[in-house]
């Protein structure tokens, strides 16, 4: 069942999400050569908590932490610990926090001083190819929409996107109906209806779309040729004349 939100309930996920892009600003601003990524989660779950909210990913089916910190060649669900981040490593943050009971769920990629010319335009086609999804989130789209409109915009720049994983409903709760694959059809899947709040996530590889879940761990996802991934995702409300962008980069980029 895919649950719509009232005006007054999509007024208290964006302040989830406003205090979500903070964090993930906050975090951004320590991720430099030399530090670890079990340091980057350490301060952001301290922002998180100090600001009266939860991490929701900590303890989430026995996730141990509360970001998904995800160098390179891992796509998506690294663990955060004794990994020194390094010059020219990508960078994904990804949180969920919850704020007075209601959810959001962001993440952003982030180069690490001079990132490869290839790297670079990986994360560019990522974020493009989010908007470019947040394009089609109007009531009267259906999902499809949405996921052949990031497939189109990573495929044609040269990249695939991964099939394992995909967005999802969101606000209530971390993982809500529908699910919003970055790959398929136009004109299919779930109909979009003004009060759905979905997280649109491309997770986007360099080379073959194929990717591994690490053994020891369950949760590490990352490419099988072991090239680069990124992932950039927003949290945003359907309405009638188009998204309605909840969560924000603005405190990334507007530094
Ligand atoms: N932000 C991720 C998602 O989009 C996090 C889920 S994995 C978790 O679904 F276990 F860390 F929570
Ligand atoms: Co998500």
């Known amino acids: 069942m895919i649950l719509l939100k009232t005006k007054e309930e999509i007024a208290l996920i964006r302040d989830a999400a406003l205090l979500l892009g903070k964090t993930l600003a906050e975090v951004g601003r320590h991720i430099h050569p ?6 980057l989660n350490q301060i952001g779950e301290q922002y998180i908590r100090d600001h009266g909210a939860i991490p929701l990913c900590k303890g989430y089916e026995g996730f141990p932490s509360a970001f998904c910190i995800s160098v390179n060649d891992v796509v998506v669900h690294g663990i955060p610990g004794e990994r020194f981040i390094k010059e020219g490593d990508n960078v994904s943050l990804d949180c969920v926090i919850s704020l007075n009971g209601y959810v959001a769920d962001s993440a952003y990629t982030f180069g690490v001083g001079e990132v490869s010319p290839e790297v670079s335009r990986l994360m560019k086609v990522t974020k493009e190819a989010l908007y470019i999804g947040l394009d089609k989130c109007k009531a009267g789209n259906r999902v499809g929409d949405i996921s052949h409109a990031i497939q189109m915009h990573c495929e044609k720049n040269g990249y695939s996107v991964v099939r394992e994983l995909c967005g999802h409903g969101v606000g209530l709760k971390m993982h809500e109906s529908p699910n919003v694959p970055n790959y398929g059809t136009p004109g299919t899947g779930p109909l979009l209806k003004e009060g759905m709040v979905i997280a649109v996530e491309p997770m986007v590889c360099m080379g073959s779309k194929n990717v591994k879940f690490s053994k020891s761990d369950g949760w590490t996802c990352s490419t099988k040729d072991g090239k680069p991934a990124a992932h950039f995702e927003h949290t945003v409300a359907i309405t009638a004349n ?9 405190f990334i980029e507007n530094k």
């Open 242 to 250: 188009g998204p309605d962008i909840l969560t924000t980069f603005d």
């Open 34 to 39: 030399g530090v670890t990524t079990a340091f």
